[in-house]
């Protein structure tokens, strides 16, 4: 399996719950994103890495996201106390390195659902 | 400035017929222009890309047409088969991180 694997697939927590969702890109890219998309919406950036520190997380909605690349390949994105609003399907890409024209693979993405 | 308008939100085609889909944008600073395919329950997967200093380009029975002065691009299926039917979203590159459209569903019928 060569593509970008996402864990879990589903994730149903309670609201105010912490929750970790994992990302394991492909192997070699140096590049690794995270986008949210919301049911009949497209994909929402939020953050990005090159290597292991966030070159761009301007996409975060606040500080409740963090998310962390500690060996420069998996990704752990972590929400803390979350709401009922922060259900969706959180995606991971990579890419082989940033730049113009290098093509972002995407994972099947997790679902999460906050009751 | 960083969003990227999509039409339309539906679409059903005959198959074998030309599917259409427009996009917009007004920012400047975007640089490269992908068009993802979505299947339900499945992330993104690129389809083909365009730079803003090419006007079309084609790859099998996909086309980008890109208009730079009028700050639009369109993806066009020729042939349209029942397998095209998926979620079709434009994008823009800003700095490393895309902007995705709203998407359009499409619909081909037998």
């Known amino acids: 399996g060569a593509g970008v694997s996402q864990t879990p697939s589903n994730k149903v927590t309670e609201k105010g719950k912490y929750v970790e969702l994992r990302c394991d890109p492909i192997s070699g890219h140096t590049a690794l994103y995270w986008y949210r998309q919301s049911l009949g919406q497209g994909p929402e950036f939020l953050i990005y890495?090159?290597?292991?520190?966030?070159?761009?997380d301007s996409g975060l909605p606040n500080d409740r996201f963090f998310a962390v690349r500690p060996e420069g390949s998996v990704s752990t994105l972590k929400i803390q106390r979350t709401e009922r609003g922060d259900s969706a399907v959180y995606l991971c890409a990579s890419s082989l390195r940033q730049g113009v024209y290098n093509e972002q693979f995407f994972g099947p993405g997790t679902r999460l659902t906050v009751l | 400035q960083q969003q990227v308008k999509q039409s339309p939100q539906s679409l059903i085609v005959q198959k074998g017929g030309i599917s259409i889909i427009n996009c917009a944008y007004e920012n400047t600073a975007f640089d490269y222009f992908p068009w993802y395919q979505q299947f339900p329950g499945k992330g993104p997967a690129l389809l083909i890309a365009i730079r803003p200093d090419v006007s079309e380009k084609k790859e099998g029975r996909f086309t980008i047409s890109f208009n730079k002065s009028a700050k639009q691009f369109s993806l066009h299926i020729m042939d349209s088969q029942p397998g095209d039917s998926a979620t079709y979203f434009c994008a823009a590159r800003n700095t490393d991180k895309l902007i995705f459209g709203t998407g359009t569903r499409l619909q081909v019928f037998p």
């Open positions: 890495f090159q290597g292991t520190g966030a070159a761009d």
